[in-house]
Nanobody
Framework: QVPVVQSGGGLVQPGGSLSLSCAAASGATFYDHAIAWFRHAPGKERERVSC????????YYADFVKGRFTISRDGAKKTVSLQMYNLTPEDPAIYYCATDRLDQTCSVYGAYEFGSWGQGAQVTVAS
């Protein structure tokens, strides 16, 4: 499994923007790996936010972030970013990146199927 290290997140006002980054650690790459962003807010179920499949470039976005978040992967397949725009009071959570060697469309996989997880990053939206 590819170990990952997250960075980014923080505090922003409603309507603001933040970015998250997920880097493959120890010289590894995300080749042949699906990468997903999940979030977990207190008292709520963990949700898949967005993901990239290993062999398909079309990203998946949950309905509640469509048009506001953008997931991207660098050409070297070492970093995946999540750009978050127009953040709302419904977006605060701890955001996690997760990856595993999964070859189908990323949205079919449950969180339990991703074996490598980042340490999480807090996203707070407040006036």
């Amino acid at each position: 499994q590819v170990p990952v290290v997250q960075s980014g997140g923080g505090l922003v006002q409603p309507g603001g923007s933040l970015s998250l980054s997920c880097a493959a650690a120890s010289g590894a790459t995300f080749y042949d790996h699906a990468i997903a962003w999940f979030r977990h807010a207190p008292g709520k179920e963990r949700e898949r936010v967005s993901c990239l499949s290993s062999h398909v470039d079309t990203p998946y976005y949950a309905d509640f972030v469509k048009g506001r978040f953008t997931i991207s992967r660098d050409g070297a397949k070492k970093t995946v970013s999540l750009q978050m725009y127009n953040l709302t009071p419904e977006d605060p959570a701890i955001y996690y990146c997760a990856t595993d060697r999964l070859d189908q469309t990323c949205s079919v996989y449950g969180a339990y199927e991703f074996g490598s997880w980042g340490q999480g990053a807090q996203v707070t939206v407040a006036s």
